[in-house]
């Protein structure tokens, strides 16, 4: 079992910045892909940003050249470096781990943490 907790979360002006962690509870960014989602309110959950464990990056459009996913395998942690905040971002974040083999797929999710950006 891996827990995932989300934080950073928080009121933000637009324009401004924030910087999201998802903390493991054990080392797995090795060997999963990390990933970031989020759902707006009344809304389904979106992927935001993922890292595969060779280090490789994907974004949503909607986020391109204004979020930044890492990872610090040292501290068991990804970050989401999130700037130009727009109030279409507004939404609760979630951690999302996954791996497969041939037998089964391996996925963990965190709690959540909530981004509203508003003036």
């Known amino acids: 079992q891996v827990q995932l907790v989300e934080s950073g979360g928080g009121l933000v002006q637009p324009g401004g910045s924030l910087r999201l962690s998802c903390t493991a509870s054990?080392?797995?960014?090795?060997?999963?892909?990390m990933n970031w989602y989020r759902q707006p309110p009344g809304r389904e959950r979106e992927l935001v940003a993922a890292?595969?464990?060779?280090?490789?990056?994907n974004y949503a459009d909607s986020v391109k050249c204004r979020f930044t996913v890492a990872s610090d395998s040292a501290k068991n942690t990804m970050y989401l470096q999130s700037n130009s905040l727009k109030p279409g971002d507004t939404a609760d974040y979630y951690c999302?781990?996954?791996?497969?083999?041939?037998?089964?797929?391996?996925?963990?999710w965190g709690q959540g943490t909530q981004v509203t950006v508003s003036s």
């Open positions: 999302y781990a996954q791996r497969s083999d041939k037998i089964r797929v391996y996925d963990y």
């Open positions: 890292i595969t464990p060779g280090g490789r990056t």
């Open positions: 054990r080392s797995i960014f090795k060997l999963y892909v």
